[in-house]
């Protein structure tokens, strides 16, 4: 069997699914996913989901027997970290699948790893599992399922070409080894039960400790019970002398200062305009940044675009961000703040 002779591709993205052949000049069909049914890359109700898709399918005529759905960036979440032992790299992995608003049983996740970085893939496995299954009765066979980006793709692709499409069928190789699909089946549940040993972890350490607690609290109680109270005087305090304290401020020149590659960055994509995080992260990785994680913001109305970076950064690093970016937005504004998970958090606002 070849290949990729006489497949069916899928492009699943956010609110829709698009039908390409091999030789189409564009998509064949589309299918727009009601909010009832499917929001914000969740599945609302599986029931109506299946019937849509069923629905759909069976209005086309296809006669490809293999299909190959393509995830778009709207679906896909990633980080990239710099290559480092396995220890620490299992230990960033779980932190970023902590991160990924879904349950961890509804988590699929592929790596992929360069000379000097490794990135991180992960997806909602329900929306491309659910559609494989309604694809299966009509006697479809779901082969691969890749993120665009992972492939080759350029990120903020909307429609796939005749070129993207040849990309992808000279590249199975890659699409092998950024296969969801593969990875759902032969690790089904590995990343939820990860995160489930950790909370194991933690359930243990707490009875421990409050095992250890009642211990001592039984010991005190024993030795007050047992020790005869001796009479009390009461003697009133004498009012506390007035102290001065010296409140010691680090000098500009102590506060720690962080390396490229030891500063973590969050892009949030603050518009409606699809692979804007992934731009920044482009631009920020060509200066030598590599600590970068993408992800959407609150809300898609932002238009200056905020920068808030923590005291730890350089001057020159700040300098150097700030640059980069006026030469993306119309409108920067910094702020220096003290920040927790990131040191760089930047959300993205009007282009130029």
């Given at each position: 069997?070849a290949l990729f002779s006489q497949k069916l591709f899928l492009y699943l993205?956010?609110?829709s699914l698009e039908i390409y052949t091999e030789k189409s000049q564009g998509?064949?069909?589309?299918?727009?996913?009601?909010?009832?049914?499917?929001?914000?890359?969740?599945?609302?109700?599986?029931?109506?989901?299946?019937?849509?898709?069923?629905?759909?399918?069976?209005?086309?005529?296809?006669?490809?027997?293999?299909?190959?759905?393509?995830?778009?960036?709207?679906?896909?979440?990633?980080?990239?970290?710099?290559?480092?032992?396995?220890?620490?790299?299992?230990?960033?992995?779980?932190?970023?699948?902590?991160?990924?608003?879904?349950?961890?049983?509804?988590?699929?996740?592929?790596?992929?790893?360069?000379?000097?970085?490794?990135?991180?893939?992960?997806?909602?496995?329900?929306?491309?599992?659910?559609?494989?299954?309604?694809?299966?009765?009509?006697?479809?066979?779901?082969?691969?399922?890749?993120?665009?980006?992972?492939?080759?793709?350029?990120?903020?692709?909307?429609?796939?070409?005749?070129?993207?499409?040849?990309?992808?069928?000279?590249?199975?190789?890659?699409?092998?080894?950024?296969?969801?699909?593969?990875?759902?089946?032969?690790?089904?549940?590995?990343?939820?039960?990860?995160?489930?040993?950790?909370?194991?972890?933690?359930?243990?350490?707490?009875?421990?400790?409050?095992?250890?607690?009642?211990?001592?609290?039984?010991?005190?109680?024993?030795?007050?019970?047992?020790?005869?109270?001796?009479?009390?005087?009461?003697?009133?305090?004498?009012?506390?002398?007035?102290?001065?304290?010296?409140?010691?401020?680090?000098?500009?020149?102590?506060?720690?200062?962080?390396?490229?590659?030891?500063?973590?960055?969050?892009?949030?994509?603050?518009?409606?305009?699809?692979?804007?995080?992934?731009?920044?992260?482009?631009?920020?990785?060509?200066?030598?940044?590599?600590?970068?994680?993408?992800?959407?913001?609150?809300?898609?109305?932002?238009?200056?675009?905020?920068?808030?970076?923590?005291?730890?950064?350089?001057?020159?690093?700040?300098?150097?961000?700030?640059?980069?970016?006026?030469?993306?937005?119309?409108?920067?504004?910094?702020?220096?703040?003290?920040?927790?998970?990131?040191?760089?958090?930047?959300?993205?606002?009007?282009?130029?």
């Open positions: 069997m993205k956010r609110n998509a064949i069909a589309q299918l727009d996913f009601p909010l009832n049914i499917v929001k914000d890359e969740e599945i609302i109700d599986k029931t109506k989901f299946q019937q849509l898709i069923a629905s759909f399918l069976a209005k086309l005529s296809l006669k490809e027997k293999e299909v190959q759905i393509i995830l778009s960036d709207e679906l896909i979440y990633q980080k990239t970290v710099p290559v480092s032992d396995e220890k620490t790299q299992n230990k960033q992995l779980q932190l970023f699948l902590a991160e990924i608003p879904f349950k961890p049983e509804e988590i699929t996740q592929i790596t992929t790893q360069s000379q000097n970085k490794v990135i991180f893939y992960a997806t909602n496995k329900e929306l491309f599992k659910l559609i494989g299954l309604e694809l299966a009765k009509i006697g479809k066979k779901l082969v691969f399922v890749s993120a665009a980006s992972a492939i080759g793709i350029a990120q903020g692709t909307t429609t796939l070409t005749s070129q993207d499409l040849k990309k992808i069928a000279a590249n199975h190789n890659i699409i092998e080894k950024s296969d969801f699909l593969s990875a759902s089946q032969s690790s089904s549940g590995d990343n939820s039960e990860s995160i489930k040993k950790r909370f194991q972890v933690k359930i243990r350490y707490f009875l421990v400790l409050t095992v250890v607690v009642i211990i001592i609290i039984i010991v005190v109680i024993g030795f007050l019970a047992l020790k005869k109270p001796a009479p009390v005087t009461y003697i009133p305090p004498n009012p506390p002398e007035a102290t001065s304290t010296a409140t010691f401020e680090p000098s500009p020149s102590e506060v720690p200062t962080l390396t490229k590659d030891q500063i973590k960055i969050q892009i949030l994509n603050g518009t409606t305009l699809q692979g804007q995080a992934g731009l920044v992260q482009t631009k920020l990785e060509n200066i030598g940044y590599s600590g970068i994680q993408t992800g959407k913001a609150q809300t898609p109305d932002h238009v200056i675009t905020q920068v808030d970076i923590s005291k730890n950064v350089s001057d020159q690093n700040r300098q150097e961000i700030e640059s980069t970016l006026k030469n993306l937005f119309a409108e920067i504004k910094t702020d220096i703040k003290d920040l927790q998970d990131f040191e760089v958090i930047i959300t993205t606002g009007k282009q130029k």
